[in-house]
């Protein structure tokens, strides 16, 4: 079973950029699909961006896409989502989760989670 701890989270200005880590650890790290989902107060959770276990390919909510960027190191456990250009909008808590198979846009798909960082943009 693996354990997801996320960091890196904190107050950033309109149009600044921030990167997050989730860190995972108690399990095979490369035979877990990676995704990242936000949740904004008031609002469901939501999908931001999935990679594959190898890494080799990802994929990005509309809302995101070209700003952000997803990767991972499975020498170091770790998964990274880049975040540039950050709007008011992307205010939220962010969450890493993993999932034994291939990587899905849906959070019921994923069996584990971190606790969340939060990530507040002023503008």
């Known amino acids: 079973q693996v354990q997801l701890v996320e960091s890196g989270g904190g107050l950033v200005p309109a149009g600044g950029s921030l990167r997050l880590s989730c860190a995972a650890s108690?399990?095979?790290?490369?035979?877990?699909?990676m995704a990242w989902f936000r949740q904004a107060p008031g609002k469901e959770r939501e999908f931001v961006a999935s990679v594959s276990m190898s890494g080799g390919s990802t994929n990005y909510a509309d809302s995101v896409k070209g700003r952000f960027t997803i990767s991972r190191d499975n020498a170091q456990n770790t998964v990274y989502p880049q975040m540039n250009s950050l709007k008011p909008e992307d205010t939220a808590i962010y969450y890493c989760?993993?999932?034994?198979?291939?990587?899905?846009?849906?959070?019921?798909?994923?069996?584990?989670w971190g606790p969340g960082t939060q990530v507040t943009v002023s503008s």
């Open positions: 989760a993993a999932r034994s198979r291939r990587t899905s846009p849906y959070s019921y798909d994923y069996n584990y």
């Open positions: 108690g399990g095979p790290f490369s035979r877990y699909a």
